[in-house]
């Protein structure tokens, strides 16, 4: 009987090396899918910052008025005629005088829509315990704005202030006048000697910018 020869067997590496392989990317991809499918709630997210920006507010000023801020100060002669207006350097009034002078108010006006009204309210008063020249002389006078900015006032002096109209200034420009009659002959007499006070109230208040 004559011997068949051995049949050699397929080499097996190959199989090996796919069965390996084939694990390889069965894991690979059961890890994919076990990372692709951990909960419902794992999508992918990002989140990003902003720069810091900051804001301010604007600011609304109305400056101490001093004897600094008073300019341009002339007085005229009105009998009734007037004569040319002339520097006024201090000393006492006599009927048909008028004084002129300019009041520089420090003010500041800072915002985007920031707008204002600014107003003057002059007065004149009797000094304490006064005589009765000072009286005479108080009712005898008379205080008024005459322009605002350059804008000429009547009743109720007041401007409107935007920091565009204020530009580049820091001061409004204020124009008061104190008229003292000519009058009739001997109808002041009863002022003579008498000492008056004369003051300006300026108000800045901020209204609507439309």
Not at 19 to 31: E, K
Not at 119 to 125: F, G, I
Not at 162 to 189: H, I, L, R
């Amino acid at each position: 009987m004559q011997d068949h020869p051995r049949r050699r067997k397929e080499p097996t590496v190959k199989k090996s090396i796919r069965t390996l392989v084939g694990a390889s990317v069965a894991a690979t991809l059961g890890a994919v899918l076990l990372l692709g499918g951990t909960g419902t709630m794992a999508r992918w997210s990002d989140t990003a910052v902003t720069s810091t920006e900051q804001i301010q507010s604007g600011n609304l000023d109305l400056g101490t008025v001093g004897l600094s801020d008073f300019s341009a100060t002339t007085i005229t002669q009105c009998t009734p005629v007037c004569s040319a207006p002339t520097a006024y350097t201090g000393g006492a009034i006599v009927p048909g005088d008028t004084l002129s002078l300019t009041v520089n108010v420090p003010v500041t006006l800072v915002g985007s829509n920031m707008k204002a009204q600014f107003s003057v309210q002059p007065s004149k008063a009797a000094p304490a315990n006064p005589t009765a020249a000072d009286i005479a002389l108080r009712d005898a006078v008379s205080i008024s704005v005459t322009s605002i900015k350059g804008v000429q006032q009547t009743t109720a002096p007041a401007v409107t202030l935007t920091p565009s109209t204020m530009g580049t200034a820091k001061t409004v420009p204020v124009v008061v006048e104190v008229k003292f009659p000519w009058g009739t002959p001997g109808q002041y007499n009863g002022a003579m000697g008498g000492r008056v006070s004369l003051a300006a109230a300026y108000t800045l208040t901020q209204i609507a910018a439309g």
